[in-house]
């Protein structure tokens, strides 16, 4: 069964950090691009960062450059977001991605979210 399961989000002060989690099982997680994305309420789901599945490349969105890291771990199937200078701006509903081309027909898995309310 795939399954992504967010955690750690929660209500920080501006200025603050949290640290997000995403653990995978039902497939080959090593093998797959990691994505975060938000959707905050009322606009549309954005793309927050990527990390490649071998050379662990990254890529961000230019909102969160510079404040927010996404790395893995394969060995414990788990994509991570450390976000830090969190803002108001910053409050949504985080989601992970799964992905991974193949032949036939491409994988895709998203996880149910985790909320983040950055609010004083």
């Known amino acids: 069964q795939v399954q992504l399961v967010e955690s750690g989000g929660g209500l920080v002060e501006p200025g603050g950090s949290l640290r997000l989690s995403c653990a995978a099982s039902?497939?080959?997680?090593?093998?797959?691009?990691m994505y975060w994305y938000r959707q905050a309420p009322g606009k549309e789901r954005e793309l927050v960062a990527a990390?490649?599945?071998?050379?662990?490349?990254?890529t961000y969105a230019d909102s969160v450059k510079g404040r927010f890291t996404i790395s893995r771990d394969n060995a414990k199937n788990t994509v991570y977001l450390q976000m830090n200078s969190l803002n108001p701006d910053d409050t949504a509903v985080y989601y992970c991605k799964a992905y991974q081309s193949r032949i036939g027909k491409d994988f895709y898995a998203w996880g149910q979210g985790t909320q983040v309310t950055v609010s004083s």
């Open positions: 039902g497939f080959t997680f090593s093998s797959c691009v």
């Open positions: 990390i490649t599945s071998v050379r662990g490349s990254t």
